[in-house]
């Protein structure tokens, strides 16, 4: 793991810590297929930051998980900073109200 990036997983929420963007995001997409098993939800609030292309991951997460699994992916402790790029991508539809 990129030493900006860690996740754990407890029960079935797959909890984000630290920085999420281009360049700390490889490992994390590498490694969705297993991270994501077993997943109803991401808890982001202890992200420090996150990136276009870090909320760009968390929607695929998403849509990967409501067309391969037939699951709603829920994310939870979304920061105002992170509410704010979701509102400046108009993505309020897809992460926030789900």
Same mark, same amino acid.
């Given at each position: ?11 079935? @929420? ?9 360049? =700390?995001? /490889?490992?994390?997409? !590498? ?13 982001? =609030?202890?992200?420090? #930051?996150?990136? =276009?292309?870090?909320?760009?991951? /968390?929607?695929? &997460?998403? #849509? #990967?998980? !409501?067309?391969?699994?037939? @699951?709603?992916?829920? &994310? ?23």
């Amino acid at each position: 793991m990129n030493e900006s990036l860690s996740w754990e997983k407890a029960g079935q @929420t797959l909890i984000l810590k630290g920085i999420l963007d281009r360049d =700390s995001l /490889l490992p994390l997409w !590498q490694q969705k297929e297993k991270l994501l098993t077993d997943i109803n939800g991401i808890n982001v =609030s202890q992200l420090e #930051h996150v990136d =276009s292309t870090g909320l760009a991951l /968390l929607v695929r &997460f998403k #849509h #990967h998980m !409501q067309k391969e699994e037939g @699951t709603e992916l829920l &994310f939870s402790g979304i920061s105002e900073r992170l509410s704010t790029l979701i509102m400046l991508y108009d993505l309020q539809e897809i992460i926030i109200d789900g």
